[in-house]
Structure formats: structure tokens, C-alpha cells
């Protein structure tokens, strides 16, 4: 596979990671396999998709914990990512709140690196950042985590450019992680580029999480196919009528990918790819087959016709939450 930096660390990632948060929830709960993920987990990494992504929230704690048991025996080989800053009130409600406090942190990444199973978390972001704690508190005591040798590398998911420029003022940031696909642009609005371009600005990577639309994108999903537990059944983007009215831009999708002998799928985070050499997706799965697909889009290339097509696409009909 490619390979990409991990912002101006000096460590070189596969192009494309492996997100793991629907191992554990959100998604299809009732497929949820352990055994299969750690198979998946340690597949990805045989095949270059070092960068794992998790978070202290995904099924409570027990993603964090899947992920230490299969990286465990082959940790110099992954570089593992997880977050902090938003407290889950009810498992099974979802109900949850921020907190980015210095006490809360200090918690925090003590309970994610038992679970990891893991003496140091190579990238640790801010999960979302909370209003009721100025910013540049909770990025120092975390710069203080890396002092301490708790933590490589700091991260921030889905800030505003200003608020990645004042963290990155007080300590690098090392990646920003966000949401960007072809149905949703956001991180590229904006002056100069938006997330994205500041992120090529600095040297800090962007990390897109859900680069095909909650699968959305890969042209297999159809209203009403949802458990009552999975996520999208809420979510507005999928309502039957969005989703009919959305079914026009996997139809271009799939034409770009039918002149390329590839899957929309691939073609959908090789889109994100070419957005500049500092992204890294990272496409969620649980199952090898799609992993081995969303690996190998790191080698579809996209021509000028191609990026042209997709850049004409449509806005997405519904909100993203």
C-alpha cells in the first residue's frame, strides 16, 4: 500500500486505516463478532492498514478493549489512535456528555490505556471539544500527557479551523480527524481550503471518518433494511425519502467506478485520497472481504474526468445528524 505521514512525526502510515468503532456499536449490533474483528483488525495490519482508530465511548469501553487483544504480540506494527471528551451516560440509550476537563482527562486516558492494554497511545484526540472548558486547558494538560510519556501525538476531531490553529499554538497538533465523503464536503469550505487545507498547511494530517457515507456510498444499502439499534434508522440521511432522493449521487459514483473496473466503494475513498497527500481515510468495517476492497483503493487513480464528474455531484439531501 501507499504510504502517507502521520503528520510531521516522521512515521509513515498506510494510506488508508481501519476504523473501528462498528465492532462494538451503531451499527448492525446483532453482528457484532469479537473473534471476527481481531481477525480483521490483524488483517488489516498484514496488509499495511496500520492506522486503527477507536475511542473510549464505542460500546463503552469495549472497543478500546477489542482493539488491545488483537494488536497485542504485534504492537510495534500499529499505530493506535483513540479519543477522550465526551462521557457516556447510558449504554443502551446513547445518552452522553462532554467533558474535557484536566480531572476528566486524567481519567480518562488512564482507562484507555488499561484497556488498550498499552503503555503509551501513539494519537490521542479530543473527541469533541467542550464549550464549558477553554480550549487551551484541555490542550496543555494533554500536552502534559505527552511530557509524561503517556501519549506520542495530539489530535483534535471535528474543530473548527480556528480552534486547530489556537491548539496548534499551544502544542502540534498532529491530526485532525473529521467527517468528509462525497456526501459530505464540509472540511473542505472555507478559506484556503478549509480543515483540510489547513491541515496541508501545517503539516498535520486529516483523518476522514465515515468516507462512504455510513456505507451509504458503496450503493448496497436500501430504506428500511436498519435494526431498530443501528444508528442510521435516526439518522436523517437515511429516511426512506433522503436516501431515494441521495440515490443520485452513488449513481455517478458508480459510473466513475464502472470506467474504472473498481467498486463505487473504492472510488469513493480514493475521492477522498486525492483531496491531498495529508488525508488518510479511515473506512469502518468488520468483515475482510470490504476491508481488502477499502485497502485497496490507496491504488485506484482517479483522472481529471473522473474528479470532474464527482465534483459536480449534488449536495446530499439531509442533515449528517
Not at 8 to 36: F, H, P
Not at 65 to 85: N, S
Not at 209 to 233: K, N, W, Y
Request: glycine share 10%; proline share 3%.
Amino acid at each position: 500500500m501507499r504510504l502517507r505521514n502521520l503528520g510531521n512525526t516522521g512515521i509513515k502510515i498506510g494510506g488508508v486505516g481501519l476504523g473501528c468503532m462498528g465492532m462494538s456499536w451503531l451499527y448492525q449490533e446483532s453482528a457484532r463478532d469479537d473473534e471476527r474483528s481481531i481477525r480483521v483488525i490483524n488483517e488489516a495490519l498484514d496488509l499495511g492498514g496500520n492506522l486503527l482508530d477507536t475511542a473510549d465511548l464505542y460500546g463503552a469501553g469495549h472497543n478500546e478493549t477489542l482493539l488491545g487483544r488483537a494488536v497485542a504480540g504485534r504492537r510495534d506494527e500499529a499505530v493506535v489512535a483513540t479519543k477522550f471528551g465526551i462521557v457516556l451516560d447510558d449504554l443502551q440509550q446513547r445518552a452522553a456528555h462532554r467533558d474535557n476537563s484536566r480531572a476528566y482527562l486524567r481519567t480518562a486516558v488512564e482507562a484507555s490505556l488499561r484497556r488498550l492494554d498499552l503503555d503509551v497511545v501513539d494519537l490521542y484526540y479530543v473527541h469533541r471539544i467542550d464549550p464549558a472548558v477553554p480550549l487551551a486547558e484541555t490542550w496543555g494538560a494533554m500536552a502534559e500527557l505527552v511530557d509524561e510519556g503517556k501519549v506520542r501525538w495530539l489530535g483534535l476531531s471535528e474543530p473548527t479551523v480556528a480552534q486547530a490553529r489556537e491548539a496548534h499554538g499551544i502544542h502540534p497538533v498532529t491530526a485532525v480527524q473529521s467527517e468528509l465523503s462525497l456526501w459530505t464536503r464540509d472540511a473542505l469550505e472555507g478559506e484556503s481550503g478549509g480543515t483540510v487545507g489547513w491541515c496541508e498547511s501545517v503539516g498535520a494530517s486529516f483523518v476522514p471518518f465515515a468516507p462512504l457515507g455510513r456505507g451509504f456510498l458503496t450503493g448496497t444499502l436500501h430504506a428500511g433494511q436498519f435494526e431498530d439499534t443501528d444508528f442510521r434508522t435516526a439518522n436523517p440521511r437515511f429516511h426512506r425519502a433522503a436516501m431515494e432522493a441521495n440515490q443520485r449521487i452513488v449513481d455517478v459514483i458508480r459510473e466513475v467506478a464502472d470506467r474504472r473496473s473498481v467498486t463505487p466503494a473504492q472510488v469513493a475513498i480514493a475521492w477522498t485520497l486525492a483531496q491531498g497527500e495529508r488525508v488518510v481515510p479511515i473506512p469502518g468495517t468488520k468483515n475482510s472481504r470490504y476491508l481488502r476492497e477499502n485497502l485497496a483503493a490507496a491504488e485506484v487513480h482517479l483522472t481529471e474526468e473522473d474528479l470532474a464528474d464527482l465534483a459536480a455531484l449534488p449536495a446530499a439531501v439531509g442533515s449528517r445528524y
